[in-house]
């Protein structure tokens, strides 16, 4: 069956350090990828995405992440964290079985001390 | 253009009561989803829809009813209220198109069932 896995419900990292969030993942064909992040009170909003091409992709608020078919991981990561990127961070495999079904990880809270 | 919104943000139901929880997209979007989220848990598919007429069940969809009459709206009816169901709700629509798999998320709704 797909899943996906984040094995850290919560990371606590400086203001200024860089920050690796990962995510591994249980498909058998080529995935659809995703990185969602939640503000408090807020819906998700995605941060990236990869569906083919070059495994290593840009998104918004200065973070990228580098799919890597070998060890089923598709990690987040940003060279230098700000306090506002303090939220919950989600990765997802998207699966298109007839209707298009995307599947999420637990959750990664990141906390940004200063 | 307002997205994805849900109506209410937050409602307290007693045990047994029914209520349906809204959801519109202004952006012409196909495919429509309901999730639950609860702590630690991630997001959970409760229904999802592939078009006005076009309804399927998700990973979690017992006690839950939905219909799509319109593209626009997709609302989730819940039937003799459980404590089971007290989460927040989130829906989300996404583009039927080519490589389009993000998912444009509601605000979310708050239940608590007592």
């Known amino acids: 069956a797909q899943s996906v896995t984040q094995p850290d419900i919560h990371i606590t990292v400086s203001e200024g350090a860089s920050l690796e969030l990962r995510c591994n993942y249980s498909?058998?064909?080529?995935?659809?990828l995703f990185w969602y992040v939640q503000s408090p009170g807020q819906g998700l909003q995605l941060l990236l995405k990869?569906?083919?091409?070059?495994?290593l992709v840009q998104g918004i608020k200065g973070f990228e992440a580098e799919f890597k078919r070998s060890q089923s991981s598709f990690n987040l990561r940003k060279p230098s964290v700000h306090w506002s990127d303090a939220a919950e961070y989600f990765c997802?495999?998207?699966?298109?079985?007839?209707?298009?079904?995307?599947?999420f990880g637990a959750g990664t809270r990141l906390f940004v001390k200063a | 253009n307002a997205g994805v919104t849900q109506t209410p943000k937050f409602r307290i139901l007693k045990i047994g009561q029914s209520m349906t929880l809204q959801c519109t997209q202004d952006m012409n979007h196909n495919y429509m989803y309901w999730y639950r989220q609860d702590p630690g848990m991630g997001l959970k598919l409760i229904y999802y829809?592939?078009?006005?007429?076009?309804?399927d069940k998700g990973e979690v969809p017992n006690g839950y009813n939905v219909s799509r009459s319109t593209t626009e709206d997709f609302p989730l009816r819940l039937e003799l209220a459980a404590p089971s169901q007290t989460s927040v709700y989130f829906c989300a629509s996404r583009s039927s198109g080519q490589g389009s798999g993000e998912q444009y998320f509601g605000p979310g709704t708050r239940l608590t069932v007592t």
């Open positions: 498909y058998g064909a080529t995935p659809y």
């Open positions: 997802a495999v998207g699966i298109n079985t007839g209707g298009f079904k995307t599947i």
């Open positions: 990869y569906f083919s091409g070059d495994t």
């Open positions: 829809s592939v078009g006005a007429g076009i309804t």
